[in-house]
C-alpha cells in the first residue's frame, strides 16, 4: 500500500525547532524528488524544500533558506525537515511529496502527497 505518513509536528515558540518525518511506504524515496511543501491559512501551498533523487542535491525556497535542511535517509524510507529558528510565520500545514523530476516538483505537479502535519509557531 503506497502511504506518505508525515509526523514531528506540533506547537513550538518562535526560535525554537522542530524536525518533521515522512515515512513511506510502496515505493522507495531514492527513486523520486522528494520535496516538503507546506499551507498556511489563507495562502496558497508553496514548495519549500526539495532533494535530488541520486545525489542528494538539496533546494529551498528563500523564505526557509538556512533554517531549514531536508535530508533523506534511504535505508529507513524516510524523508526529513530539521527546522530551526522557526518564526510566526512558519506557522502552517507542512506535506512531503514525491515526483519524478525536480522540473515536475517544483510546478507542483507532483505525484505522491502525504496528509499534512501541523506546525505552529506561537507563544
Known amino acids: 500500500q503506497l502511504q506518505l505518513v508525515e509526523s514531528g509536528g506540533g506547537l513550538v515558540q518562535p526560535g525554537g525547532s522542530l524536525r518533521l518525518h515522512c515515512t513511506v511506504s510502496?515505493?522507495?524515496?531514492?527513486?523520486?524528488?522528494m520535496g516538503w511543501f507546506r499551507q498556511a491559512p489563507g495562502k496558497e501551498r508553496e514548495g519549500i524544500a526539495y532533494?535530488?533523487?541520486?545525489?542528494?542535491?538539496?533546494y529551498y525556497s528563500d523564505s526557509v533558506r538556512g533554517r531549514f535542511t531536508i535530508s533523506r535517509d534511504d535505508a529507513r524510507n524516510t524523508l526529513y525537515l530539521e527546522m530551526n529558528s522557526l518564526k510566526r510565520d512558519d506557522t502552517a500545514v507542512y506535506y512531503c511529496?514525491?515526483?519524478?523530476?525536480?522540473?515536475?516538483?517544483?510546478?507542483?505537479?507532483?505525484?505522491?502527497w502525504g496528509q499534512g502535519t501541523q506546525v505552529t509557531v506561537s507563544s
Open positions: 511529496a514525491a515526483s519524478a523530476s525536480l522540473v515536475e516538483i517544483v510546478s507542483g505537479h507532483v505525484k505522491y
Open positions: 532533494i535530488s533523487k541520486s545525489n542528494n542535491i538539496t
Open positions: 510502496g515505493f522507495t524515496v531514492k527513486d523520486f524528488v
